[in-house]
């Protein structure tokens, strides 16, 4: 209900608009209920329908179906569907019509505000801010009081009651219009203000003010019912369905068909306007509708069993995959993504964003986003962690495997002191944690902060949220440590002090570390293993080392020429062309031939595995850089 | 916090200021002589001049509204015609009922709302959130008015279980029953008015309800939150929940407009004494001078209700503190 400030897509795209339309079912819905109330009411004037003012006492309360009244009667004879009929006609014309006036003045003023100058514009607001600090149904009362009952009046009364709702929301529009490239250009080709607005602003101005216009026009309806209803709108021997709702209230209990049957009109039509509102909004706006989600993690697959003997390795992935469910069947996001961990190791995977690494990181803890699910075989210390229940995952969550994030602020709940996240985190295992508070703050180094557990995330800086994120993290002593991007948000010196800090942390307790990064220069700093992926799979896998000196993959060369070299800025970057290919996009053979420099017509034929190259590395590349040097 | 709260309520002066302003602005719509339409065609000449002379309708209309609000200062809201006795008094005696008809409602909404966008964003894109989205656009789009004669139909007419008179029982007035069965009493007339304009209220919270449940169930910190371990119950009935309260905070308070507006048909329909019905009786009696006072009296309910949800919401989330 608050004034949407968006600018809408320009006329040019109702075209598109009006086929998405035609495809959104609320809005079709909507759509042919508004037909089917509307057809009735506007062929009123040609159904040979009786007088709907004529009265009979003689038949009076006739039931429904009676001889000549297909509605029956009501208390003083008069046709019921008749004067439903045309009271909807006038309830229509009414609610319109204010709609219309509202919207007119409405902009007006919004335009005005927006573009006459910054005293204007406070003016104008603080008006409409004090209007807005009015019910606006008791408003419209108070201007039908003074202006005295009528129809016009009361018409008028919930125009004006509705003109700071337009008026602010046309205003948001219209500054957010401003600041668009084609007001700069029609500026710069010297166009006068007036014309901007006359060709620029109104035009795109259009779809919004349509969208209000029909999200309101239910309101207006509904409170000119209201008004009506009171006695203050439609005076007899005229009537609207407010009107004669208020007439039949006397006659509720002997003849309630009289009072039921025009409020039901006034729902069906209201109904009707707001689906089709809410589909154009869909339709003009997707920002308005939340459809993104992501809810509890859903049952992991059991079915698929690990071929993986337990080994010594804390962590052994085997072709795990992730996909999403699509319109087409699943769209796999993650696939044949196998790697091992061992205790104390820090390995890193590394790739640009929507390779799949976060997903991947993800999966491992189970808490994939709503709509994905997972795949193949994750076993930690030799339990295959697939074939958990939610409660038995949630039990290894923060006590074995924990996870940094990338942006504490988000991360942490903004709404809770970082004492109270503390302290619910130390209980959510039965088993007592393996730190205290107090310990846990000293390992990250946050000791001397003032008030530390008192203070809410905001009130920290981002190098000591990510400290307390990481202290979260810490508190049962997991074997696992899973850091997602979680130095990306931090300035340099800060991403540094927190690369130390995680390095000691897992050094000192032997705790394997899986960080998440695109950035290879700083993992190589940190792991003593990298993971390159690409695309969902991993095309490299290697020492640290022997990788950010000879990269195999033409990819993860690729990606270590666009990665600034520490102490030489000046050094071009060889930006890699093209885009990685969307998940669930055909490209046949291996994934990255569009975009590689050394691809051969092979590498379109057949997807290369991933293969040992020499002893510590594997490669998923038909012709890897061989060491030269 | 206690900073925040000054000046808010600092905030408070001038937006008063301007609820008085257009009500007073508003009054002066009327065509014609006020003096006229306040005393009706009826009225002798000597009353005519001294009612012209107490609202001082010869001085330009800046002085006229001071003078008012300094009235106002002392409780003085001039004096009803058709009451024949003064507007402070009459509007202030039906206040009582009127906050308890909208208060109800409105925590009966705001828990209804609530509930209903939780389940359906807990659900998403499942049948219960199709049921229940389609259910908050029937709330919304609910005539209040004919939802309260409905349900005079059902429970009243039909079933009679409920009353649907009046404030308390006849019998009850002036007897010295136990306070525990008065209200009671009051209770069970409160609960059909109430729900009239609580499903209507509902079905805004609900929508927005459901929209901020989603948000905030997609949110990374209630990734985090499972993350570290936590119980599901935990993190919905402590983390979510506050966060939905918060977002949804502001609308709760908006919707006190729609409660504090729409007692004027409940309580009409329901033979309710509260203000919404004087202020009907008082548009059909061409009482001015009281439906100013009523109005007034009612949009400052409405700020101070808005105001109140405001320092809620920034109890919820501190970081509300700089805006
Ligand atoms: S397989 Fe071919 S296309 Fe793919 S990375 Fe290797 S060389 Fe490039």
Known sequence: ?629 | MSGYIAKRLLLLVPVLLGVSLVVFAVMSLVPGDPALAILGPYATPERLADLRATLHLDQPWPLRWLGWLGGLLHGDMGRSVSLERPVADAVFERLGPTLLLAGAALLLGALLGLAAGLVAALRHNRATDRLVTLAVLLGISLPPFWLGLLLILLFGVWLGWLPVSGMATAWLVGTDAAPAVMWLDVLRHLLLPSLSLALVAAGVIGRIGRGAALDVLAADHIRLCRARGLSERRILLVHVLKGVLARVMPVIGLQAGFVLGGAVYIETIFQWPGLGRLLVDAIAARDLLLVQGGVLVLATAYVMVNLAADLAQHALDRRTAAA
């Open chain 1, 1 to 629: 209900m608050s004034g949407g400030a968006q600018p809408l897509p320009g006329t040019g795209a109702l075209a598109v608009a009006t086929r998405r339309l035609r495809r959104h079912p609320a809005a079709l819905a909507g759509l042919a209920l508004l037909a089917l109330v509307l057809l009735p009411v506007l062929a009123a004037p040609l159904l040979s329908l009786p007088d709907p003012a004529l009265t009979d006492p003689a038949r009076r309360m006739l039931p429904p179906l009676a001889i000549g009244h297909l509605l029956g009667t009501d208390h003083l004879g008069r046709d019921l569907l008749a004067r439903l009929l045309w009271g909807a006609r006038t309830s229509i014309a009414v609610g319109a019509l204010a709609t219309l006036t509202a919207a007119a003045v409405g902009s007006v003023l919004g335009l005005a505000a927006a573009w006459g100058g910054r005293r204007l514009d406070g003016l104008l607001m603080r008006g409409v801010d004090v209007l807005m600090a009015f019910p606006y149904l008791l408003l419209a009362l108070a201007i039908v009081a003074a202006l005295g009952p009528g129809l016009a009046n009361a018409m008028l009364a919930i125009a004006v009651a509705n003109v700071p709702f337009f008026a602010r929301a046309v205003r948001g529009t219209v500054l957010d219009i401003r600041h668009c490239d084609y007001i700069a250009a029609a500026r710069l080709a010297g166009h006068g203000e007036p014309r901007i607005v006359l060709r620029e602003v109104l035009p795109n101005l259009a779809p919004t003010l349509l969208l209000l216009m029909t999200t309101t026009l239910g309101w207006m309806v509904l409170e000119t019912a209201g008004l009506s209803f009171l006695g203050l709108g439609a005076q007899p021997p005229a009537a609207d369905l407010g009107s004669m709702l208020g007439e039949g209230r006397e006659f509720l209990t002997t003849y309630p068909l009289v009072a039921v049957l025009p409020g039901l009109l006034i729902l069906l039509l209201v109904v009707s306007i707001n689906l089709l509102g809410d589909g154009l909004r869909d339709v003009l706006d997707p920002r308005w509708s939340p459809r993104r989600s992501f809810s509890a993690p859903a049952p992991a697959d059991a079915r698929l069993q690990s071929q993986l003997e337990g080994g010594a390795s804390l962590l052994a992935v085997q072709d795990l995959g992730v996909r999403f469910a699509g319109a087409a069947g699943p769209v796999p996001a993650v696939a044949g993504v196998s790697f091992r961990l061992n205790a104390g190791e820090c390995v890193a995977v590394v790739g640009e964003s929507g390779c799949g690494k976060t997903l991947t990181a993800l999966s491992l803890l189970g808490l994939l986003p709503e709509g994905a699910s997972q795949v193949g075989s994750v076993r930690l210390a030799g339990r295959e962690l697939m074939a958990l229940d939610g409660a038995a995952l949630r039990d290894l969550r923060g006590r074995r495997i924990a996870y940094v994030p990338q942006e504490p602020l988000t991360a942490l709940d903004p709404l809770f002191r970082v004492g109270v996240q503390m302290d619910e985190t130390l209980r959510a295992h039965g088993a007592g944690p393996a730190y205290t508070a107090a310990e846990l703050i000293r390992m990250v180094g946050l000791d001397g902060v003032p008030g530390l557990m008192r203070r809410y995330p905001h009130e920290f800086s981002g190098g000591q949220r990510q400290r307390v994120a990481i202290a979260l993290a810490l508190a049962h002593g997991p074997d696992l440590l899973i850091a997602d991007e979680a130095t990306t948000a931090l300035d340099v010196t800060v991403q540094r002090e927190i690369l130390a800090l995680l390095r000691r942390l897992c050094d000192e307790q032997a705790r394997a570390l899986l960080f998440v990064s695109h950035d290879l220069a700083l993992v190589a700093e940190l792991c003593e293993r990298v993971l390159v992926m690409y695309a969902g799979r991993i095309v490299e896998d290697a020492p640290a080392a022997a990788l950010l000196h000879r990269p195999a993959h033409p990819y993860s060369a690729a990606l270590l020429g666009a990665t600034p070299e520490l102490g030489r800025p000046d050094k071009p970057l060889a930006v890699l062309a093209g885009e990685p290919p969307a998940p669930g996009e055909r490209v046949d053979g291996c994934r990255f031939a569009p975009r590689c420099p050394r691809a051969q017509r092979e590498c379109r034929a057949v997807e290369p595995a991933l293969d040992a190259l020499g002893e510590h590395r594997l490669v998923r590349c038909l012709f890897p850089i061989q060491e030269a040097s």
